[in-house]
C-alpha cells in the first residue's frame, strides 16, 4: 500500500498572497478544520517582519494554538536566522528556508546571494544544535524549474544547490516550482537527479498550478518517488501574474487525485472540502479554487480506511 504526506501550505504560501489579513481566530478555526480532515503537516505562517507581511504578524499565537492539535506536524516558513530564532523560540516543529536556485530571484526575493544563503542555513542548523535539537530543518530550492526574472534555471544549480544545503546541515532539500514553469518531464529528470545526490534527504515536491500543470507535475515527482506534496486548499493565494489562475496545486483536487488511484493520503475528502467553509468566513468573497469541491465527489466514490 503506498502512502504520501500533504503537507497543507495555505495559511502561509496561500495568505501571504492575499492582500487582506486574517483574522488570528479565523486562522485557528481554519486549521482545527484542516486538522480535523487528518491533514497531519500544516506550515501555518512565517516568521518575517510584521512591516514586510501584516497577514503573518500573528505567526507565534497561530503556532501555540497549533501546537495545541495532537499528531500535527507545526511548520514555518524562516528566511533568515533572526526568524530561525523566532520560531524555535514558539516551538515549531519543522521549519523551512527557500533557497533560490535563480541568481537574480534570490537577489530580488532576500537579498542575498545563493552562497550567502547557504551560509544562512549553516548558522540556522548551528543554532538549531543548541536551542531546539528535535526540530527538522527543510530547505525547499525555489524557483527550481525556471523563474520569472532570469528565465531558465540550470539543472546543475539545482543539484549543486540541493547537496550545499544539506551539507550545511538542512535534513531534507525539496523542489519548488514557484512561478508556475514546471513541466512533468522537468520534474521527473530533476527529482531523479537530486536524489541521485542527496539520496532520503530529497524533500516535497512544491508545485503551483499557475499554468493547469500542479497535478500532472505532482504525479511526476510521485512517479520518481516523492512521497511529500505542499499544497493548498482552495488554491488560495491565487497568482499575481496569471489573472484567474490558482496559486498552490489544490489540495482538495490533490487529495482526489491520491485517493481514487488508491494511494492513502490520510485525509478525509468531505472534511477537507468543509475546511473550506471556515476560509471563506475568514476571508469572505476571497476568489477559491478546485474542481473537486465544484463537481462533487464522483458517485460510488469511496476512501480506503483513514490513517491514524
Ligand atoms: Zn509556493
Redesign the pocket.
Known amino acids: 500500500m503506498s502512502e504520501v504526506l500533504i503537507s497543507e501550505?495555505g495559511p502561509r504560501?496561500g495568505l501571504q498572497s492575499v492582500q487582506r489579513t486574517m483574522a488570528t481566530a479565523d486562522k485557528c478555526r481554519w486549521i482545527d478544520a484542516l486538522h480535523a480532515a487528518g491533514v497531519r503537516e500544516i506550515e501555518v505562517g512565517s516568521f518575517v517582519p510584521a512591516k514586510l507581511l501584516p497577514q503573518m504578524a500573528d505567526v507565534v499565537e497561530v503556532v501555540r494554538h497549533a501546537l495545541t492539535l495532537p499528531g500535527l506536524t507545526v511548520m514555518a516558513l524562516v528566511p533568515n536566522l533572526r526568524g530561525a530564532r523566532a520560531a524555535f523560540a514558539a516551538g515549531v516543529h519543522k521549519i523551512t528556508i527557500p533557497v533560490s536556485a535563480s541568481a537574480a530571484h534570490s537577489l530580488a526575493n532576500v537579498r542575498k546571494t545563493r552562497e550567502q544563503m547557504v551560509a544562512e542555513v549553516r548558522e540556522i542548523a548551528a543554532l538549531r544544535g543548541e536551542l531546539a535539537p528535535q526540530v527538522k530543518i527543510e530547505a525547499g530550492i525555489s524557483t527550481a524549474f525556471g523563474c520569472t526574472i532570469q528565465g531558465p534555471v540550470p539543472e546543475d544549480d539545482v543539484v549543486w544547490l540541493a547537496a550545499q544545503v544539506v551539507a550545511a546541515g538542512a535534513d531534507e532539500s525539496g523542489l519548488?516550482d514557484?512561478t508556475g514553469m514546471a513541466n512533468p518531464a522537468q520534474v521527473r529528470r530533476l527529482f531523479n537527479r537530486v536524489r541521485a545526490e542527496i539520496g532520503e534527504r530529497t524533500g516535497a515536491a512544491?508545485m503551483?498550478n499557475t499554468r493547469g500543470l500542479g497535478l500532472a507535475n505532482c504525479l511526476a515527482a510521485y512517479d520518481v518517488g516523492v512521497r511529500t506534496f505542499d499544497s493548498s486548499l482552495g488554491g488560495l493565494g491565487g497568482c499575481p501574474y496569471a489573472p484567474g489562475a490558482s496559486?498552490?496545486v489544490v489540495t482538495e483536487d490533490l487529495v482526489f487525485m491520491f485517493e481514487a488511484m488508491g494511494v492513502r493520503t490520510g485525509v478525509d475528502l468531505g472534511q477537507l472540502i468543509a475546511a473550506r467553509a471556515p476560509l471563506l468566513a475568514g476571508l469572505p468573497g476571497e476568489p477559491v479554487y478546485g474542481m473537486t469541491p465544484e463537481a462533487g465527489l464522483p458517485r460510488g466514490f469511496t476512501q480506503g480506511a483513514l490513517l491514524v
Do not use: E, Q
Request: proline share 0%.
Open positions: 501550505v504560501d519548488s514557484t512544491h503551483h496559486g498552490n
